[in-house]
C-alpha cells in the first residue's frame, strides 16, 4: 500500500536529515510521526520514526537510571507553567532582560554591565491587578550564541517580550540576529498570529517588543529608533528607572496574551475579587462554569452578568460572550 505522504513531509525529512542538534532532531521526528497519515501503508514507517524518537530522546534526556560517568543532563527546555500566563523575555546581550524580570518579580536574576551575564532561564512570578503571569529571563541571542534550549522555552511560551536597548549602536543588526537565529529554528515572531498558518512547520509566537532603557522623560522619541525597523509591532518604551512605564508593559504584556478575568459572585454576597476564572478573549458563560466543574457547567440554568457600564446583573445564555473584568452569578 502507498504511504501517501504529503509533501510538507519530505521537505521536514530534507531538514530532519540536515539537522545536527539532537533536541531539535527530536522535535523534528515527533513533527514527523504526527504529520504521517495513520493506515497500512505507513505501519513500517511510523515504527521507524518511533525507534529514532526513543533513540533521540535518549540522547537528549539522558536514561532514566543515571550510571556512573553519564554526561550532565541539563532540563532547561521546561520550565512548569504558573499562574494565569507564561511570558519569556529574549533578546540581544545586555539589552535589559534580567533587570526587567528583576523589577518585576520577586526572582533575583543575575544583572551584570557587561554582556552574556546570564548563563540559564530564571523564573518569577509578577502580579498584574488581580492575576499572576509568569516571567522567565533568558540568556542572550547573538550571532554566535544561541542556547540549544531556547527554542523549545520559546514555543511553550504563551507571550514573547523581545528586549532591546534603544541605545545599543548595534541594536537593528542585534534585533535582525534574533529573528534570524529564531527562523532558522523555524520560530516567527509576530504581532498577531495569522488565522491560517501557510507553513506547520513553523510555530508563530505572539511578541510586543520592549524598546528598554528609553527614558521618555529626556527624550520622548526613542522608541522610534524601534519603530523605524519594526513598525508592526507593538512597542512599549520601558525603562527600570521609570515605575509608569514598568506599569505600562506589565498592562501590555497582560493584555497581549489574549486573555480576560471574570470575577465570580455567589448569590447575596459580594464578587470574588481576588481569584477570577481566566479565559482566553471570546470565552462564553459556559466556558467559564466548565473551568469550575464539567458537571457544573451541564447543571448550569443561566448566569447573571454584570458588566463595566454595560449589563448590571443581566440574564444571559450559556452563549453569552464575556469580556474582561465582567462578573458572573452561576445560577443551577
Ligand atoms: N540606564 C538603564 N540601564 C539599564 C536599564 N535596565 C538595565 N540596565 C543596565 O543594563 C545592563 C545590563 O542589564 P541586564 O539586565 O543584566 O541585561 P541582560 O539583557 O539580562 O544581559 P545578558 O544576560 O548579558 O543578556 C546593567 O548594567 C543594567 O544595570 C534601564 O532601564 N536603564
Ligand atoms: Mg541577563
Redesign the pocket.
Known sequence: MPANLPPQYYELEREFKKEKDPRERLRLAQELLAMMPKHKGTDKLQADMKAKISKLKLEVEGPTQKKHGDRHVDTHDHIEKEGAGQIILI??????????V?ALTAAK??????????RAPLAGMMTFETVQLQLI?T??IAEDYFESYLPSLIRQADLVVL?V?VNDPELEKGMATVFRKLEEKRIVLTSEIPESIDDPRFAHKRTIIAA????EEEDRSCPEKVRQFYSHFHIVP????DDKLMENLKAAMFFSLGIIRVYTKKVGHEPDFIDPIILPKGGTVEDAAMTLHKDFAQKLQYAKVWGKGKYEGQKVKNSFVLYDGDIIEFHI
Request: aromatic share 8%; glycine share 6%.
Open positions: 533578546g540581544p546581550p545586555n539589552s535589559g532582560k534580567s533587570s526587567i528583576d536574576p543575575f544583572i551584570a554591565d557587561y554582556p552574556f551575564a546570564t529571563d540568556p542572550p528586549v536597548d528598554h532603557k528609553c527614558n520601558t525603562s527600570i528607572l
